[in-house]
């Protein structure tokens, strides 16, 4: 897409092509904690436990208020918890990508004075107030070039390729910087505005 995009050709996917990108940005977000409180909140996933263990007293009969106490205290073990929000996201991920191929595809063009930054955690939802992913103001922008970002936005009339302002790029990389442990930029001035006195790592020359 990169080099495609360098020769001035806009970006038309076929459908195929499409949903590996969306299913591509999906995975790069699903890491992220604002992604994992979307999709487990702690009253929703209190609320699932209740409604299964209900589900088999109806099926099966009454429970002990000690087994229920049982049940629920095992979920607090370290190792399932890291596992919990991993399996509701993939759970989740049909809703998700639904969502995304109900947007339109656009190139958002960093102009000559700015540039992206790319971090650990890349993806970032804007939006006027709504959290509902299908809601058109939502966007979803992921940075893959200094020059170029794919964005994912709920209008139809959008354009396939835009060159956005410096003011714009610059909010998109104080987000990215803000949630990423790592950030990465040729731009050693552009990490020291977002990261005063952070240490720098040179990158390192294939041999």
């Known amino acids: 897409m990169e080099d495609a995009l360098g020769r001035s ?43 299964a263990i209900a589900d088999y007293e109806q099926k099966y009969g009454p429970l002990s208020e000690r087994r ?6 095992s ?14 996201l993939r759970k989740s991920s049909g809703v ?10 656009v190139i958002v063009e960093a102009p000559d004075n700015a540039e992206y930054l790319i971090g650990s ?24 070039s200094p020059r170029f970002a794919a964005v994912l936005q709920g209008r139809k009339d959008a354009v396939a390729r835009v060159v956005t302002g410096a003011d714009q790029v610059d909010a998109i990389n104080r987000a990215v910087a803000t949630k990423s ?12 505005s977002l990261r005063p006195g952070s240490k720098l790592m040179e990158a390192k020359k294939p041999t």
Not at 68 to 73: I, N, P, Q, S, T
Not at 75 to 88: M, N, S, T, V, Y
Request: aromatic share 8%.
């Open 121 to 144: 955690y890349n993806v970032v939802k804007t939006s006027d107030g709504p959290t509902d992913l299908h809601d058109a103001s939502i966007e979803i922008w992921l940075p893959f």
């Open 9 to 51: 050709i806009d970006p038309i996917l076929g459908d195929k092509n499409r949903r590996l990108l969306d299913l591509f940005i999906y995975e790069q977000w699903r890491r992220v904690p604002d992604m994992h409180e979307l999709v487990f909140a702690h009253e929703g996933f209190c609320s699932r436990i209740d409604k």
């Open 96 to 105: 998700v990508l639904r969502a995304f191929q109900n947007k339109t595809l």
């Open 75 to 88: 979920l607090d073990e370290r190792e399932i918890l890291k596992e919990i929000p991993g399996r509701a």
């Open 68 to 73: 229920k106490a049982e049940l629920v205290g």
């Open 181 to 192: 442990s790592i950030i990465a930029s040729k731009n050693l001035a552009l990490i020291e």
